[in-house]
Nanobody, 124 residues
Framework: QVELVESGGGLVQAGGSLRLSCAAS????????MGWFRQAPGKEREFVAAINWRGRSTTYADSVKARFTISRDNAKNMVYLQLNSLKPEDTAVYYCAAGARYFLGTRKDEYDYWGQGTQVTVSS
């Protein structure tokens, strides 16, 4: 079992930045691929970014590429998502997820554990 707790969300103006954090506890953290997803009101939960267990390989949704950066600190059992150049369409609840996989999953069903989410609101 892995427990995930997100933090760092908030209200920011368009063009601003936020740093989301995800604290993991439970089973060996560095065995898991870690991902971030988001869900806007009335929409499906969508993939944002993922990072492999070593932190050397990442992948991003096209909509956030070059604006968001995922990273992890295995010594601290933490995953981060740096959000830059935020747009109103980035407004959503952001979820951290852990998957026991050997590849960078981009689908919800490729992740085994989920946090409760943190709200990001971008005003125009």
């Amino acid at each position: 079992q892995v427990e995930l707790v997100e933090s760092g969300g908030g209200l920011v103006q368009a063009g601003g930045s936020l740093r989301l954090s995800c604290a993991a506890s439970g089973r060996t953290f560095n065995n898991y691929v870690m991902g971030w997803f988001r869900q806007a009101p009335g929409k499906e939960r969508e993939f944002v970014a993922a990072i492999n267990w070593r932190g050397r390989s990442t992948t991003y949704a096209d909509s956030v590429k070059a604006r968001f950066t995922i990273s992890r600190d295995n010594a601290k059992n933490m995953v981060y998502l740096q959000l830059n150049s935020l747009k109103p369409e980035d407004t959503a609840v952001y979820y951290c997820a852990a998957g026991a996989r050997y590849f960078l999953g981009t689908r919800k069903d490729e992740y085994d554990y989920w946090g409760q989410g943190t709200q990001v609101t971008v005003s125009s």
